[in-house]
């Protein structure tokens, strides 16, 4: 085991200097990647020496997400704290499902949720899980909210036409549960925006209302906080009393921005937060540990062991269900995720965890005033988001963004909101500083000098 991690030390060390040399990997087209790198699996293997040299090749192509160049999805960057309690976590090799083999790691998981259930302004009664991914814990609120309204389902099935509600700008993933837990993506209902992409409260109503009308049974709202794209947050008092009048369980995706709890100057931004009966957060993303560290949190603790406890003698022999986290979670074996966010968190405290997420408001907020005061760009996104979208030239922002990928110039994506294309840029990588920004501009602009031709033409 000494010579592989001397190995990874190098391999490392590589990599680091890939990102400071090169922070756009090279791109290998999809047409090429079996002929420019040796990824067969063979009857024999090879020597370390020839291990080294080609994971040393597919480092230097692999897109280098933590590099400051890298604004292309709602996470980046690297935080050692967070790198250092993920790396323990996989020599450690624990399974999160029962105390015996997981020992303090389960406390340090319960210690987690309960901060995060606290921070949202949840009871001491509250619990969590961490799930495997942001997607995952929005199923995980669906399944609580389908079995909350239907008792019978988890023995019986699905027996009546059930509705859920979500604004148009919402996560895909929502649309993708809904066929997965056997309500169909018919029976998602998609609620309109204002022109900040935010949920309409009085159309939500109108929807729940007409769906009753017709002998549906409605029983689920998703929320969002940071929409995938503008970074918009819902009205979630709003949309919470809406909810109560229908009796319907009211879901908060914090997946994106959700970690505004944890800053006093934008917590507003989620007011209402505790009228909810759950609440997700992906902590690889506004506070930057390692992919990935997906929490969801709910005011009912009873309706989280009903919906995904089930009895295993052969696994569940010691200790009580509280300290047995497989009763609550959609998983049985389940990697360490929650260890990396403690380390953060335990090294940094509170404190530290907000400056963190004020941070990457600060950037935005000086892409924002770089674009409004160059008269060539055009900006589509508004204050208090992390998303910041925008066109420079009147140029095809899909043709922009995939030419300086192409040519290892920026990482950074484009999106759409009323039929309007155009940049995302992400500046959720809290390394960064005033002048990564600005360097961010100087490339995209000196980019398109050199080869405006090529891209309004190709």
């Not at 109108?206 to 906080?225: H, R, Y």
């Not at 759950?278 to 990935?292: D, E, I, Q, R, Y």
């Not at 090294?347 to 990457?360: A, F």
């Not at 055009?378 to 910041?388: G, K, Q, W």
Request: aromatic residues 8%; hydrophobic residues 40%; proline residues 2%.
């Amino acid at each position: 085991m000494q010579n592989e991690i001397a190995l990874f030390n190098e391999l490392c060390d590589q990599l680091f200097k890939a990102e400071s040399n090169q922070p756009v990997a090279q791109l290998i087209p999809t047409t090429e990647i079996y002929n420019q790198l040796d990824l067969s699996l063979n009857a024999d293997g090879i020597i370390d020496e020839e291990l080294k040299n080609t994971l040393a090749q597919i480092i230097k192509s692999t897109p280098k997400t933590a590099s400051k160049s890298f604004f292309n999805q709602l996470f980046g960057g690297r935080n050692g704290k967070a790198t250092l309690g993920d790396l323990l976590a996989v020599m450690l090799n624990n399974s999160m499902y029962t105390y015996k083999v997981a020992g303090p790691q389960v406390g340090i998981e319960k210690q987690i949720l309960k901060n995060i259930c606290a921070l949202a302004g949840y009871s001491e009664t509250s619990d969590g899980t961490l799930a495997p991914g942001g997607s995952m814990s929005n199923m995980m609120a669906l399944i609580m909210a389908r079995d909350a309204k239907n008792v019978s389902i988890r023995t019986h099935g699905l027996t009546s036409k059930m509705t859920l509600y979500t604004s148009s700008e919402s996560h895909y993933s929502i649309s993708k549960n809904a066929a997965l837990i056997g309500i169909g993506r018919n029976h998602v209902r998609a609620v309109n925006t204002n022109k900040k992409g935010e949920m309409l409260a009085d159309h939500l109503n109108k929807l729940i209302e007409n769906d009753i009308s017709k002998g549906f049974q409605p029983f689920f709202v998703n929320a969002t906080a940071g929409t995938t794209v503008l970074g918009a947050f819902d009205d979630i008092e709003a949309i919470s009393k809406v909810c109560k009048k229908h009796n319907l369980w009211l879901h908060v995706d914090g997946a994106y921005c959700g970690s505004v709890i944890f800053s006093d100057t934008y917590k507003h931004l989620v007011k209402g937060l505790k009228l909810s009966d759950s609440f997700s957060v992906n902590a690889h993303k506004m506070l930057g540990t390692p992919l990935s560290c997906s929490i969801i949190v709910t005011q009912h603790r009873a309706q989280l062991h009903h919906s995904f406890s089930n009895e295993a003698d052969y696994l569940y022999q010691t200790d009580g269900d509280e300290f047995n986290l497989g009763k609550t979670s959609l998983q049985c074996g389940r990697r360490n995720d929650a260890l990396k966010l403690w380390t953060l968190w335990k090294s940094i405290g509170t404190k530290g965890l907000e400056k963190i997420v004020d941070k990457q408001f600060e950037m935005a907020q000086i892409a924002r005033d770089y674009i409004k005061n160059h008269k060539d760009y055009t900006l589509y996104s508004f204050e208090d988001s992390i998303s910041v979208c925008f066109n420079y030239k009147a140029i095809s922002a899909s043709k922009l963004c995939t030419a300086l990928y192409e040519n290892s110039e920026l990482m950074v994506g484009f999106g759409k909101f009323n039929n309007q294309e155009f940049v995302r840029m992400v500046t959720i990588n809290n390394l960064l500083e005033k002048e990564d920004i600005l360097t961010f501009f100087e490339t995209l602009e000196s980019f398109v000098a050199k080869n405006i031709s090529k891209i309004t033409t190709s």
